[in-house]
């Protein structure tokens, strides 16, 4: 059982910035492939950037330019930077972990992000 938990969210004014980081368990980390998602009320999840074992990353249309994945292996932890946030960043972000063996997904409980003045 792998253990994915996020942190930093929180209330931020529009154009602010923040930073997510999940944490996902097990000595094979460095095989995961992690993907953020996010939830706003009324909305279905949606993917918003994802980056793979190797660390090439890949970003939602929306997010492109301004968020920014990136992993440390050595913390088993990948970080999403997150700046010019708007209004419709608000949502619940949920931090995935695909494990290749034995091919299974895990997530976290989520973290709140809301973007307001």
């Known amino acids: 059982q792998v253990q994915v938990v996020e942190s930093g969210g929180g209330l931020v004014q529009p154009g602010g910035s923040l930073r997510l980081s999940c944490t996902a368990s097990?000595?094979?980390?460095?095989?995961?492939?992690m993907d953020w998602f996010r939830q706003a009320p009324g909305k279905q999840r949606e993917f918003v950037a994802g980056?793979?074992?190797?660390?090439?990353?890949n970003y939602a249309d929306s997010v492109k330019g301004r968020f920014t994945l990136s992993r440390d292996n050595a913390k088993n932890t990948v970080n999403l930077q997150m700046n010019s946030l708007k209004p419709e960043d608000t949502a619940v972000y949920y931090c995935n972990a695909y494990v290749p063996i034995p091919s299974r997904e895990y997530w976290g409980q989520g973290t709140q992000v809301t973007v307001s003045s």
């Open positions: 980056i793979s074992s190797g660390g090439s990353t």
């Open positions: 097990g000595s094979g980390f460095k095989m995961y492939s």
